[in-house]
Every structure is written in structure tokens, then in C-alpha cells.
């Protein structure tokens, strides 16, 4: 990410802050949470509350490394499948990116791609989702008092500091950073370009020498293939018993998701995108 884009990213943190502010409260109060304090277990929080809005949430190991999420919405269910093969933290983002679409999101859409590279259409419901984002896994009260706990402990090295924050929030990377000056924590007044252009083999670095867990630096590959399968072998048999579905017809739909499945979990090339610290998504709209 280039300075010029981060200060826009900032710019606009600051003239719709309290805005998006809000829309977070609104949710925490939906979900029965405060808006105050970190959330612990994402998912645990956040599937039931996409079920309300007629959302499943599903976790896939995909091929394409650079693809964040789907997000499908028919006439009836709609569906949100996680791509597992980015790193642990980029899938919470990813599910708080989300739910802003589907909860306060202007756009209308069939199928949309959110990709986790550095190009993305810069237009504002995508900056809107990425601070929503950021303002519910990382609190402003709680990041403030944790900043200057990791900032002590970490000798005033600000790339210690966010390292740390970055661990303890189990965000991305870019995403902690520019936290950080959304809430004009650092001591400079000026962005630090080295903290700007850290690259995932320093992170990885400095996660070992700082003993932290390096695992959320690695995708999980969580796979609820099987899950999904046996549900829909569970609706499709008790439609059979009903006489509203025939053997047929559910062999078929079992044979085309197999197929499909097999299809977006076949490996591509790496593309070397650094993913594990990056935040951005670019909605590639409908299909």
C-alpha cells in the first residue's frame, strides 16, 4: 500500500467515524454483545446472527488464494463462504468485512467476490465495510489501553507495538496499523514508511522473536464440505418422504456440488500475494 492511499483510507476514517460508529453499536446491540469490549469467538457470535438475516456461513479451502470471500443471495437463502486457505486472520476480517454488506450494504447483489489483493475498486461502501471492520474486532477503548501496555512492553518500538496488537487482536497487519492512526496513537505526526511497507517475512520474523503465535499467520483450511453435503442429504431425503422431491433429482444436486467442489478447491499457481497483512477487498459485482 502507497502512502497517498493510506492517507486516503485515514481521510475518510476521520469524516465518517462516527457514522460507522454507530452502525457497529447498532450490531453489537442486534447480536446481544457490548460494543466496547473485544469479541472472543467471532464466529460463534456472528453465524447466528447472519442465520437472522437469512445467511449461511460456510468455510472452504479454495483454490485461489486471492479470492476473500463469495457472497451469494438469491431470491430465497443467501450464502458466505470463507476462503480457508488465506491466514486465520484474514478470514476474521474477511467475516467482519461481510457482515457489513449484508447488514447496512447499499449494493445490491447476486453473487459478489471480495478479493483479499491490493486492488480493489476503491468506491465507499468498501471503505465503509473496512472500518466497520476495524471499529468491532479492535474496540477503541480497549485497543487505546492495550497500545500503551504492548508500547511499554515493547520499549517504544512502534513496530513491536503493532506486532503485538496485531497478535492480540488476531487482525491483519494493515489493519492494525491503520487503527493505529485512524486513533492518532503513534508519537509521529507523519506516517512511518517503514512500518508502511513491512513485508509477511518480517512479520513472520518478528512473531518468533517475540513469541507469539505464528499460527494465525496460517490458513486453517477448514473445510465444511461435508457438513453442507450431509444437510443437504438430510433436507433432500425428508423432501423424498414428503413426495415434493424425487431419488432423482437429489442424486443430481449432490452429484453438481461434488463436482463444483472439487472444482474451487483445485490448486492454482501462486500468485505471491502477501495476504497476511493486507485488509483490502474488491467487490468484482455481479455475475
Known amino acids: 500500500m502507497n502512502i497517498e492511499r493510506l492517507r486516503k483510507i485515514i481521510a475518510y476514517s476521520d469524516a465518517n467515524r462516527d457514522e460507522i460508529e454507530a452502525k ?22 456472528i453465524r447466528p446472527c447472519f442465520h437472522k438475516k437469512g445467511y449461511l456461513i460456510f468455510e472452504l479451502p479454495l483454490g485461489d488464494e486471492e479470492i476473500g470471500a463469495l457472497c451469494y443471495r438469491g431470491d430465497g437463502q443467501g450464502y458466505l463462504v470463507l476462503n480457508t486457505s488465506l491466514p486465520q486472520i484474514n478470514v476474521h476480517f474477511a467475516l467482519c468485512h461481510e457482515l457489513y454488506h449484508v447488514f447496512y450494504g447499499e449494493m445490491k447483489f447476486g453473487h459478489k467476490v471480495e478479493f483479499s489483493n491490493d486492488h480493489y475498486y476503491e468506491h465507499e461502501e468498501e471503505f465503509a465495510a473496512n472500518l466497520f471492520a476495524g471499529m468491532l474486532l479492535m474496540p477503541e477503548t480497549g485497543f487505546r489501553l492495550m497500545y500503551s501496555r504492548f508500547k511499554e512492553e515493547s520499549g517504544n518500538r512502534e513496530e513491536d507495538t503493532v506486532i503485538r496488537l496485531m497478535n492480540y487482536y488476531q487482525a491483519p497487519y494493515m489493519a492494525v496499523l491503520i487503527r493505529c492512526y485512524e486513533l492518532g496513537l503513534p508519537d509521529t505526526g507523519s506516517i512511518s514508511q517503514e512500518l508502511l511497507h513491512m513485508n509477511r517475512e518480517r512479520v513472520r520474523e518478528k512473531f518468533m522473536d517475540l513469541w507469539l503465535d505464528e499460527s494465525i499467520l496460517d490458513a486453517t483450511k477448514k473445510d465444511d464440505y ?46 505471491g500475494s502477501d495476504s497476511i497483512w493486507n485488509t483490502d477487498c474488491k467487490d468484482k459485482g455481479e455475475q
Not at 24 to 45: P, R, Y
Open 24 to 45: 457497529v453499536k447498532s450490531f453489537c446491540a442486534f447480536a446481544g454483545i457490548s460494543s466496547d469490549k473485544e469479541v472472543l469467538n467471532l464466529m460463534q457470535i
Open 226 to 271: 461435508a457438513h453442507v453435503e450431509a444437510i443437504v442429504t438430510r433436507l433432500g431425503e425428508e423432501g423424498i418422504k414428503e413426495s415434493y422431491l424425487n431419488e432423482r433429482t437429489l442424486k443430481k444436486v449432490l452429484h453438481n456440488m461434488r463436482g463444483l467442489y472439487s472444482e474451487i478447491k483445485n490448486p492454482c499457481p501462486d500468485k
